[in-house]
């Protein structure tokens, strides 16, 4: 699912695009991705794009009639550009979802796979957007104290606790991991279990990790719009998010992962945890007493 800096990067490239622009329609291709019924589509023809923002993971589209269109792309929806006017026409196969077409471009939401959850959604007015604010604080402008007394709020492992839109807005389990291993970690201690200063490595990571990757997407997608396949889980200069069995850049360990239900953790055993693996839910109960407690 893409999180905090992609929905960043997809911001920076609209705003260059469609702030200012009057939407000329809005085709939804399938049924199923549009959750509202009123306002309609139809009610935003001819409405100024005035603000684009995020909201959690979701982007968010404020028309000049007070109105706002709700993107969340969920695990596999992806935006994409075509230049040019001209009427809105259909992606090949099952990837389009929906267009909305400008006087200098078409903006498609596509998702792959069989499962779609991407959705739009309109709303109107700023009390109805605020019913799908999951509520978490955003991380690159709250202080060290607001931080700490969220972090602190429930006793969660730090992975489900910085994966919960209800606490922290817009991370996710790729850059979860990666804050994790900058901080140095164990995406299993337990909040409350953490001093002080482990909650200031963490707070002073999460900054740093998604600051740096704001930067460096903006940076590789200046000048042009990025396509499906360019927003993804798996970056080749991630430190250990999707790099299992690869060797830390830190300390050149093969990273480790933990699988459970649709998702995994990514870490390293020697600096996120003093060298020692963490058991995995499924390989360890099956291994048992074989189960070995080092790299």
């Excluded at 404020?62 to 040019?84: D, K, Y």
């Excluded at 109107?124 to 955003?138: C, K, Y």
């Amino acid at each position: 699912m893409p999180e905090l800096p992609d929905i960043e990067l997809y911001l920076a490239k609209l705003r260059e695009r469609i702030l200012g622009k009057p939407l000329i329609s809005l085709k939804v291709y399938t049924p199923f991705v549009l959750r509202s019924v009123s306002p309609s589509p139809r009610d935003l023809e001819g409405e100024k794009v005035l603000e684009l923002r995020r909201l959690g993971k979701r982007i968010v589209l404020g028309f000049s009639n007070n109105l706002f269109l709700i993107v969340h792309l969920m695990i596999a929806g992806r935006l994409r550009w075509t230049e040019g006017p001209g009427e809105a026409k259909r992606l090949g196969g099952k990837l389009g979802q929906a267009a909305l077409e400008f006087d200098n471009g078409t903006l498609f939401l596509t998702e792959a796979g069989s499962k779609k959850r991407a959705s739009i959604m309109i709303v109107r007015g700023e009390e109805a957007l605020r019913e799908h604010d999951p509520g978490g604080i955003e991380p690159l402008i709250s202080s060290f104290e607001e931080f700490a007394a969220v972090l602190r709020s429930e006793n969660h492992t730090l992975k489900r606790s910085l994966t919960n839109p209800h606490l922290f807005s817009g991370i996710g389990n790729v850059y979860s991991d990666e804050i994790l291993h900058a901080a140095q970690l164990s995406p299993l201690r337990l909040t409350k279990s953490l001093k002080e200063e482990e909650v200031r490595q963490l707070f002073e990571a999460a900054q740093a990790v998604l600051t740096r990757w704001i930067a460096r997407l903006k940076k590789q997608f200046e000048g042009k719009f990025p396509g499906a396949g360019d927003v993804t889980a798996f970056r080749p200069d991630f430190a250990v998010h999707g790099k299992f069995g690869k060797p830390c850049p830190v300390c050149g360990k093969p990273v480790q992962r933990i699988c459970y239900a649709d998702n995994e953790a990514n870490y390293c055993a020697q600096c996120q945890n003093g060298g020692r693996l963490l058991a995995d839910r499924s390989l360890s109960r099956l291994l048992k007493d074989a189960w070995p407690e080092q790299i």
